[in-house]
């Protein structure tokens, strides 16, 4: 079994920046591709970013692509999302996800595709 947990959410302002982190622990991740979801309030929980065991793989929903950087360190079982012009609609609870499957490029943004969740963590950006 894989633990999740993240942090680094809060309240910022419009443009700012953010830096989520999830570690894991119950085992190594190192072999695993990882995932970042959000929920925002009355919408269903859509795709963030992924990144595959190596990082020499990723994958970001169209909206944050060149505003969100997803990394991982395996040495310290981490996965990172760094936000960085953060807008309204990014308001959300991100949740990291851990699929022990490395890498599907077909499936990487879809939930069914990660069997570890973490509980998630509240980004709230104002304007």
């Known amino acids: 079994q894989v633990q999740l947990v993240e942090s680094g959410g809060g309240l910022v302002q419009a443009g700012d920046s953010l830096r989520l982190s999830c570690a894991a622990s119950?085992?190594?991740?190192?072999?695993?591709?990882m995932g970042w979801f959000r929920q925002a309030p009355g919408k269903a929980r859509e795709f963030v970013a992924a990144?595959?065991?190596?990082?020499?793989?990723?994958g970001y929903l169209d909206s944050v692509k060149g505003r969100f950087t997803v990394s991982r360190d395996n040495v310290k079982n981490t996965v990172s999302l760094q936000m960085n012009s953060l807008k309204l609609e990014d308001t959300a609870v991100y949740y990291c996800?851990?699929?022990?499957?490395?890498?599907?490029?077909?499936?990487?943004?879809?939930?069914?595709?990660?069997?570890?969740w973490g509980q998630g963590t509240q980004v709230t950006v104002s304007s």
């Open positions: 996800a851990a699929d022990p499957r490395t890498w599907n490029s077909a499936n990487y943004f879809r939930e069914n595709e990660y069997d570890y």
């Open positions: 119950g085992r190594t991740i190192s072999s695993y591709a």
């Open positions: 990144i595959s065991w190596s990082g020499g793989s990723r």
